[in-house]
């Protein structure tokens, strides 16, 4: 079958002459929640960006279905991948439930009001990124944890089979950091693609089922979590200030670790 999202050779140049993405293929299907890692300014952000279809490859495609992105319409588009920005550049004055049902606008004609399958998906969203108790609140005046869980609302309430997700965790609390990883896995078990940039090798090691690293613009790996997420693989990319562990789950199998390690 074909797959969800398939990306090849893709290349990025900003135009400063920085090629922030360098020949990277990359691929992603319903049931994987794929993490990708690398250090800061390794170009992640810019992938992402180059998959949602809101940058142009200078090189490469990528193909949503088996057809090219490029030429997908902007609404198409919009109903099948959700991109969780990792930073908002201004944040609207709105309550986080009017916030979250923007998510809805790809799935509503242009003099259509919203149905109550948008309400549905609104409620649904509030409650599943646990932010029901903040629907009334103004989105300016929530904590950035809180800001992050509306931010992950809006991106359920698109109801996209795609989701792209840039940083979800930082700024939220171990608890936090948890729900939503436990969030993206149980949508993508529930058919959903996750693709979602982090930092937390931990949360990546714990729940991805594919991880790919990037350093300098270049998938440098791409494998199950036990084989990129190793000393051999990460050292080069991130030096020794790391430290490897194992650890039995509450199920009693064992699960690694990676914490930042000052040595
Ligand atoms: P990451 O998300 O891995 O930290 P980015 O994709 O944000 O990396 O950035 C990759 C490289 O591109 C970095 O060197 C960064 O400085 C550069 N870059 C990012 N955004 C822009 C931009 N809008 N204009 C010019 N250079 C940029
Ligand atoms: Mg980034």
Known sequence: MVKLLEARGLSFAYP?????????????????????????????????????????????????????L???????????????????TALP?????RFVAYGRYAHQGVFTRATAED????????????VADLGQR??????SGQRQ????????????????????TNALDPEHQIAVFELLARLS??????????????????FATRVGLVAEGRKV????????????????VYGSKLAYGEMAADGGESRSFIVPWRG
């Open 138 to 143: 103004l989105l300016t005046e929530l904590s």
């Open 189 to 206: 078990c529930e058919g959903h693609a996750a693709v979602v940039v982090t930092h937390d090798l931990n949360l990546a090691s714990q």
């Open 221 to 236: 790996a791409d494998g199950v979590p036990g084989e990129v997420l190793v000393r051999e693989v990460l050292e080069p």
């Open 93 to 97: 004055d709105v309550t986080v439930k």
């Open 119 to 130: 309400g549905r998906a609104v409620a649904r969203a509030l409650e599943q990124a646990d």
């Open 16 to 68: 400063s002459g920085l090629r922030a993405v360098d020949g990277v293929d990359f691929e992603a299907d319903r049931g994987e929640l794929v993490c990708i890692a690398g250090p800061n300014g390794a170009g992640k952000s810019t992938l992402l960006k180059l998959l949602a279809g809101l940058e142009k490859p200078s090189a490469g495609t990528v193909q949503l279905e088996g057809a090219p």
């Open 149 to 168: 869980r509306a931010l992950v609302a809006r991106a359920l309430a698109q109801e996209a089979e795609l989701l792209l997700v840039d940083e979800p």
């Open 70 to 88: 490029a030429r997908t319409r902007a609404k198409v588009r919009a109903r099948k991948i959700a991109l969780l920005p990792q930073t908002l």
